[in-house]
C-alpha cells in the first residue's frame, strides 16, 4: 500500500547518475541531505566536496567562483549577486572606522555613491582624485594614510585607461590595498591582478555573463585577501542564486569570442567615425587621439575593449535625431551584452551631477556612448551612417536657428 500524501513527497527525488553530465547542471536546491553523520563532518571540514546548506553557496557557486579566479589569474574568488555587491563588500571588509579610500572621481556612478554617502556611515572616509594623474595620486598618498585606492581599469563614459602598475607600485609604498574594476576591460583585457592590484571587483553582469540576463559579480585576489570576506558576506546573504550563477557561468564560455569580436570591431568603428563630419571627437583607448593611448598600449594587452564614446556636433537635438535614426542599435544604458547599444550619459548614469559637475567631467549633451555587440561590423556602420546623417541635419538645422 502506498500513501500518496508520502509518495507526492519523496517520489520524484533526484536520483544521482553514475555518468557525469557534459555540462554543469543547475543545482536549485537549497537544501541538501547526507547519507550519515560521519559525511557532516567530512563536508563541514571541507575534507569532501558537498553542500551543506543553499545561502551557503552550492556546485554552481563553486564553478563560477573557480571560474572567475582563473580568468582573472586570481588564488581565489568570491560571487555576489552583483557587481556594486561586490564592490560593497569588499570595501567593507577593508575598512575600519576611520579608515580611508582614495578613489578615481570618475568612478561608475552607484560606485561614487556609496564612497561618498555609505562610507561616512560606516565612519570610514573618501577622497576623490584624477587616477590618470600619478602626480596628484602620489601628492594625496603622501599627505594622508589611505587603506585603499580604488580606481577602474577603463572608466565611463570618457574611457580613461588608468595606469594600473603605477598605482600598484605607489599604493604599496604608502601601505595601501589597490583594488580595482575591472568591468569594462574583463580579463579578457586586462588581468589586473597580474599587473600587481591586490583586488579585483567586477560586474559579470557585463562582458563575462554576456546576454542581459543575470546581475552577477565578483570579488577576486589572494586566497589570503579574499576568504575572510566570505563569512560576512554569506551572513548578509550576498550570493546569487544557482540560477543567476549558472546562467552567468554560461554565458561566460563564449565571453573571449564575444569580448574579442566586441573590441575588433569597436576600434574598426572607432577609426571609421573620427572621418565622419557629423563627429566632433571620438573617445577610444586604443586611438592615438585619446589621453590614454599610451598607457593603453602598455596595460590593455588583449584589445582596447567594445567601448566608446563620441561627440556630435549640435549637440542634444543632434544626439535626438541620431538616436531616433538607428535601427539596430537600441537605447540601453548597460554595456557587454551580445547586442550593439547606444546611451546618453547626460540623460542617464550622470543625470544627477549639476550643470558645473557635468562640465567638469566632460559629460556634454553632445556625448554618446556605444558598446558595441558581435553583429556583423558592417551592419553596425549602415545603422550608424543613416543615423549619423539624422544628426547632421539636425545640426545645420540648431545652427541656422
Ligand atoms: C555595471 C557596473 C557595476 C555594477 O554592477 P552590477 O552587476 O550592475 O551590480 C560596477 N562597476 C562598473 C564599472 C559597472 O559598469
Redo the contacts with the bound molecule.
Keep these: 500500500m502506498t500513501n500518496l500524501q508520502t509518495d507526492a513527497v519523496h517520489a520524484a527525488l533526484a536520483t544521482v547518475p553514475v555518468n557525469r553530465p557534459a555540462v554543469a547542471p543547475l543545482y536549485e536546491s537549497a537544501a541538501w541531505t547526507f547519507a550519515s553523520l560521519r559525511e557532516v563532518e567530512a563536508v563541514q571540514e571541507q575534507e569532501l566536496p558537498g553542500t551543506v546548506y543553499g545561502s551557503l553557496g552550492g556546485p554552481n557557486h563553486v564553478a563560477l567562483e573557480r571560474l572567475v579566479a582563473t580568468l582573472e589569474g586570481a588564488e581565489a574568488a568570491l560571487c555576489a ?7 560593497a563588500c569588499c570595501l567593507r571588509a577593508l575598512l575600519r572606522p576611520g579608515g580611508r579610500v582614495l578613489a578615481a572621481r570618475d ?2 556612478g ?2 561614487l555613491g556609496l564612497l561618498t554617502v555609505d562610507l561616512p556611515h560606516w565612519g570610514a572616509e573618501c577622497e576623490l582624485v584624477d587616477a590618470c594623474d600619478i602626480d596628484a595620486v602620489e601628492r594625496a598618498l603622501r599627505a594622508t594614510q589611505f587603506a585603499v585606492v580604488y580606481a ?1 581599469t577603463i ?2 563614459p570618457r574611457l580613461r585607461v588608468v595606469d594600473v602598475p603605477a598605482l600598484a607600485e605607489l599604493s604599496h609604498r604608502h601601505d595601501a590595498l589597490l583594488v580595482i ?1 575591472n ?2 576591460a574583463s580579463p579578457l583585457l586586462c588581468r589586473p591582478l597580474e599587473l600587481g592590484a591586490d583586488l579585483v ?6 562582458y563575462v555573463g554576456g546576454h542581459y540576463d543575470c ?3 565578483a570579488i577576486a585576489g589572494s586566497a589570503e585577501l579574499v576568504e575572510p570576506m566570505r563569512p560576512a558576506m554569506l551572513r548578509a546573504g550576498q550570493l546569487p542564486s544557482p540560477f543567476e550563477a549558472w546562467l552567468c557561468a554560461r554565458g561566460a564560455q563564449t565571453f573571449p569570442l564575444r569580448t574579442a569580436a566586441s573590441s575588433n570591431t569597436a576600434a574598426r568603428l572607432a577609426s571609421w567615425l573620427e572621418d565622419q563630419p557629423a563627429v566632433a571627437a571620438v573617445l577610444y583607448p586604443g586611438l592615438r587621439s585619446h589621453p590614454d593611448n599610451e598607457t593603453a598600449l602598455r596595460t590593455l594587452q588583449g584589445g582596447f575593449g567594445g567601448v566608446l564614446s563620441l561627440e556630435l556636433r549640435g549637440g542634444r537635438p543632434a544626439v535626438e535625431r541620431f538616436i531616433d535614426a538607428l535601427q539596430l542599435i537600441r537605447l540601453v544604458s ?3 551584452g551580445v547586442a550593439t547599444t547606444v546611451n546618453h550619459p547626460a540623460s542617464t548614469s550622470h543625470r544627477n551631477l549639476t550643470a558645473v559637475e557635468k562640465r567638469h567631467a566632460g559629460i556634454h549633451e553632445g556625448l554618446v556612448r556605444l558598446a558595441v555587440g558581435i553583429e556583423a561590423p558592417d551592419d553596425i556602420i549602415r545603422d550608424l551612417e543613416r543615423a549619423l546623417a539624422a544628426a547632421e541635419r539636425s545640426s545645420t538645422a540648431h545652427v541656422a536657428t
Excluded: H
Excluded at 549577486?81 to 564592490?87: D, E, H, K, L
Excluded at 571587483?201 to 557585463?206: D, I, N
Design positions: 549577486n552583483g557587481g556594486m555587491t561586490a564592490i568612478v561608475f552607484p560606485t577602474e572608466s565611463n574594476d568591468t569594462f571587483v567586477e560586474s559579470l553582469t557585463k546581475i552577477v559579480g548597460s554595456l557587454g
